[in-house]
């Protein structure tokens, strides 16, 4: 059975930065669609950035420059980097996938295949 375990609740100051993680179990990393999205508290979720098998990735345009997206195949594993983080980006993080070919970077939460439970980063001002 397909798993992504996500990395445990991260609590950061306004300007630090947190790196979440989320290995993938039953499937390679390296042959899927992999994406982070978040919800913000009383906020709809949003896509954050996607990286398909050949490491491709894509972001969206509010959140370039902060964020990073990653894997290690090796390690089933992908990641997300999050550098001088604000208050806004407190939310409810996950990773999910996408085992239809080719990738599509846009594909909504909904149209993913598999899903973590979530990562809940809080920013304190």
């Known amino acids: 059975q397909v798993q992504l375990l996500q990395s445990g609740e991260v609590s950061v100051q306004a300007g630090g930065s947190a790196k979440l993680s989320c290995v993938a179990y039953?499937?390679?990393?390296?042959?899927?669609?992999m994406s982070w999205f978040r919800q913000a508290p009383g906020k709809k979720r949003e896509g954050v950035a996607a990286i398909d098998g050949d490491g491709l990735i894509t972001y969206a345009d509010s959140m370039k420059g902060r964020f990073t997206i990653s894997k290690d195949n090796a390690k089933n594993t992908l990641y997300l980097q999050m550098n001088d983080l604000k208050p806004e980006d407190t939310a409810m993080y996950y990773c999910a996938a996408d085992l239809r070919l080719p990738c599509d970077p846009f594909a909504s939460f909904d149209a993913m295949d598999y899903w973590g439970k979530g990562t809940l980063v809080t920013i304190s001002s």
């Open positions: 039953s499937y390679t990393t390296n042959t899927v669609c």
